[in-house]
């Protein structure tokens, strides 16, 4: 009944009175009322005013299956789904789900997390209904040595679904930053589980600051979120849905030469590093240069004053010389 | 009280009577042949003769904490031991231990695997009481493209701990067979979890064939066991501890420079491909060459008609031309 009376409200412009909901549904005017009341406890926010009945004024924004499916319009990329309120992380979550046999295309979301990671153990700030945390579990038959490559892939995806859905033109930080306004929108986590020339699986984490309204103090200089971008309110399944469509496109270029060959161009004009002047923190010997763009193996080519280094995202990290990118 | 009767058989050469034993421990005569029942059921050979007593003819190679903590001489290889009588397979044992925040130096061993594995998934027999399935967890600092040498180092210590405990000079079959008399003794398989630049973990499994006396038809033609090459029954704990105790000095050579240029030499004196025909299973073009060693990467150089190859144990399979080796 409750479903029902939501579409109800959701295709009704205007006002509709109890009366009406309780004849088209045969049903009391007190168990309407219950409905109501069901609704506006999940976040619905519904105008209720005398003599002329209810209205739908603003939908909360749910990360649940059903919004999610809502939205998908993909062959295999989220077509198994596993959506949780809370759990410790996302990628955790979807290595234990391939551990036990899950198959190439499970994606795994979730409210929020308690132990969010970010690259190299350092953690992401997680809370509940703020950002979009998910992970997509892929078996692709490609070497490990390839796997990173396909941060740079999800990177693409999603400026391009943030593009889409958000209408805001975001950058990509080599490797696995997007970035708008010189702050950090979404990171990306690749990781994989490996024999020396086999791939058991990789799970691509994505973490998007959607709507959050404040930061903490220690990331404030460098975090943003959609919202505070835009000032409008998105629904993040339909964020993440379309996200999963532009992999899907991405991920079918990638295979076809298994690199970034048919990718790199559009990679780099989206670049926020090309031609800036980057700090490459080779553990051998720290130098800076100016960042040219990628390669097809999704190495950043620094033009240093002696020569063009390759900088893998397997050996350095590389930072802008002038503020956080 | 078994324990107690167990270590006075162990240290008695002669026959013991039941009467000594019994008034020895201040136990009954019934007691004393329940523990005598339950050593035997243990697998313990315990002579019985009328007027004289028992005597301890033969033990059983027994693959217990106990046994292993006997002969370990490591400062941190093993000194973490989780010892199973069954389990799927000691790799993903030691992977969801390392999930759960185990430690760089876990050993997990089980007396039998139901799902033993070998490389891109192949399975691995593995029967209670026969072999050695052992895995151990590493968390190093090295970049995960520096992971596969690892499974070299640990061939090395295989054939060392092999060596110096049976006595017989066995080969390394690039990269991660040990074989003798042109058969398969040992095999070795290398997984990690990584991220592009960091590793999470790694850890590397070994299977060895200690008392195996016969092999199923399909593999009959190319696997032996240390039994059926010696005749000899050797102690599966002893050996065991002995190539953790290998692998803790090996391993301290690679982290001197990360690679394998204090091992090579080593490694090529016992490398049984050298010299030989090999044909390089590359899946861009298959070729034949002839192996002349592995370079400080670990990969092996293969001298062609036209040039050498540099073989990564990460692009392909090396198959002798005649015969298994």
């Excluded at 809370?86 to 990628?91: G, I």
């Excluded at 992401?124 to 990173?148: C, H, R, V, Y």
């Excluded at 702050?183 to 998007?208: H, P």
């Excluded at 600051?209 to 309110?233: D, K, M, Q």
Aim: a negative charge.
């Amino acid at each position: 009944m409750k479903k029902k009376i939501l579409e109800l409200l959701q295709n009704c412009q205007d006002f509709i009175s109890g009366q009406e909901i309780s004849e088209k549904f045969g049903v009391s005017r007190t168990a309407v009322w219950k409905a109501i009341r069901q609704l506006e406890a999940e976040g619905y926010v519904i105008e209720a005013v005398r003599n002329k009945g209810y209205r739908l004024k603003e939908e909360p924004d749910l990360l649940t299956e059903e919004q999610l499916q809502k939205y998908l319009e993909t062959d295999w990329a989220g077509q198994h789904l596993v959506v949780f309120d809370e759990t410790d992380s996302t990628n955790n979550q979807a290595k234990r789900l391939a551990e036990e046999g899950a198959e190439h295309g499970l994606l795994v979301l979730s409210d929020c997390q308690t132990s969010g990671k970010g690259r190299r153990g350092r953690s992401w700030d997680s809370k509940a209904g703020e950002g979009i945390f998910m992970t997509l579990l892929l078996k692709p038959d490609i070497q490990p040595g390839n796997a990173s490559m396909l941060t740079l892939v999800m990177a693409l995806a999603v400026r391009a679904g943030i593009e889409d859905v958000v209408g805001i033109d975001t950058q990509i930080k080599w490797p696995n930053d997007i970035v708008c306004d010189g702050k950090k929108v979404c990171g990306i986590l690749t990781e994989m589980s490996a024999q020396i020339d086999y791939i058991n699986y990789i799970v691509i984490g994505v973490g998007i600051n959607v709507s959050n309204e404040i930061f903490p103090e220690e990331v404030a200089a460098t975090a943003t979120s959609l919202y505070l971008l835009t000032g409008v309110r998105i629904s993040r399944a339909k964020l993440a849905a379309k996200i999963m469509a532009e992999f899907e496109k991405y991920y079918a270029l990638y295979l076809k030469t298994q690199d970034l060959s048919g990718l790199m161009n559009e990679y780099n004009s989206h670049l926020i590093n090309r031609g800036r002047s980057v700090r490459v923190l080779d553990p051998r010997q720290e130098y800076t240069g100016v960042a040219q763009g990628i390669n097809q193996s999704g190495e950043l080519l620094v033009q240093t004053e002696d020569g063009t280094a390759h900088v893998s995202s397997g050996e350095v990290s590389v930072r802008g010389v002038y503020g956080y990118v």
